[in-house]
């Protein structure tokens, strides 16, 4: 075993430990009352209330005689554990609250057909064909769903990702499942364990399928590897060497299916890894960075260069209510990463669990945050806004359209 993997390795035990003493993530959820939550309805004396103006498939605020950010999503959800949260921009305001008690731990949609999904704790997927409304089980009961995949590449079909460490694939939007059983085969799969849960059992954190060609798979653990398959789940490599075992978010850009993005755990390195072959090798670029824990990531869609990266010095910190101590960073090209400041907290005290690139709409990048908080930006990251929203809370999935 060459001296790096074995460095890699025995970073990856210490990390386990580190999560192991923090708090479990079940543990810090948010408690949030079954309530409407809406946009502050009592502007300051002499001031008139937000105002919403609707140009084609976007939004423009004005706000207090000035005009602001665009918001090119018009609804978001969010997980709550447990539930769903939504928020939807209607007559000039954003309606917010719960639409389901399900105990969804991750969401997925497709950009193509429009159905939205939800991966649940025990007890399977579910299907919302109006935008998450309304919801209804369609597959794989009693199984406890940890992520959820689509492709642009490949409309009405869904991948899953399950503890114990399964991989699924739906080809007609969720009805009927094969699971992918090459995955219970890969190298290295007996030494996978996880800190996050009680008991240790590993699970699949993150899916992503290439936008380009829906037989690339990348797949990343909780706890253990970053695996990849190029035949459609037939077969699967093992740990792609440089990616983080500890992995948290794996995703593709929206567009490009050569780049790949990785946030994940760690203790001697900044836990961010990047991909320019369909997540056959990867780079682990560290300039800039003070912290170690990262948790989101996403590219620009129109410059897979510009990547952001959300991180915490420790998951003591992230997993906390009120002292995240996380920073949001950016990387152009080569350039180091900078720490992003322009109307974003520093540091926050709220985790930013979740970055999302509009595929739609280039230099518009959205930050949601575990208290409910989406902060915008449309150039780049340059400047940021907070949106005239509030989410019951992001924990840990937060999905737009």
Not at 7 to 21: G, I, M, P, W
Request: glycine share 10%.
């Amino acid at each position: 075993m060459a001296l790096d993997e074995v460095v890699d390795r025995l970073a990856h035990v210490f990390s386990f430990a580190l999560e192991r003493t923090s708090p479990t993530s079940e543990i810090q959820h948010h408690t949030v009352g079954r309530r409407w939550i809406g946009p502050d309805a009592s502007p300051r004396p002499g001031r008139t209330a937000p105002a919403l103006t609707r140009s084609p498939g976007r939004l423009t605020a004005t706000v207090y005689g000035r005009r602001v950010l665009r918001v090119t999503f018009s609804t978001f959800l969010s997980t709550t554990w447990p539930g769903i949260a939504r928020a939807e921009h209607q007559g000039g305001t954003w309606e917010v609250g719960r639409v389901s008690s399900i105990d969804a731990r991750c969401l997925a949609a497709d950009r193509v057909t429009g159905d939205v999904y939800a991966g649940t704790h025990g007890d399977g997927v579910w299907r919302s064909h109006d935008g998450g409304r309304t919801w209804l089980q369609v597959g794989l009961n009693d199984e406890i769903v940890k992520s959820l995949a689509t492709s642009v590449a490949a409309p009405g079909t869904l991948w899953a990702g399950t503890k114990p460490p399964h991989v699924w694939v739906s080809r007609d939007s969720g009805s009927a499942w094969q699971e992918l059983e090459a995955f219970r085969d890969i190298p290295g799969r007996a030494m996978w364990r996880q800190p996050a849960e009680r008991p240790s059992t590993p699970y699949v954190q993150s899916l992503t399928v290439s936008p380009t060609d829906p037989d690339v798979i990348v797949a990343g653990m909780e706890a253990g590897a970053v695996v990849r398959s190029t035949d459609g789940g037939r077969t699967w490599s093992g740990h792609r060497k440089r990616a983080f075992r500890d992995c948290h978010t794996v995703t593709f850009h929206a567009r490009d299916g050569s780049r790949v993005y990785e946030a994940g755990g760690a203790v001697l390195h900044p836990g961010v890894a990047l991909s320019e072959d369909a997540g056959d090798t990867w780079i682990r670029p560290a300039d800039g960075l003070e912290e170690n824990y990262g948790w989101a990531v996403a590219a620009d869609a129109d410059r897979p260069d510009v990547v952001f990266v959300s991180l915490s010095p420790g998951p003591r910190f992230a997993h906390s209510q009120n002292n995240a101590r996380a920073r949001i960073y950016r990387r152009v090209a080569e350039q180091p990463w900078e720490a992003l400041t322009g109307g974003l907290p520093q540091p926050f005290d709220s985790m930013p669990y979740a970055l999302l690139a509009d595929p739609d709409a280039p230099g518009h990048i959205y930050a949601g945050t575990s208290d409910g908080t989406i902060f915008a930006t449309r150039d780049l990251g340059d400047g940021w806004e907070r949106l005239d929203l509030q989410l019951p809370a992001i924990h840990r999935t937060l999905i737009a359209y």
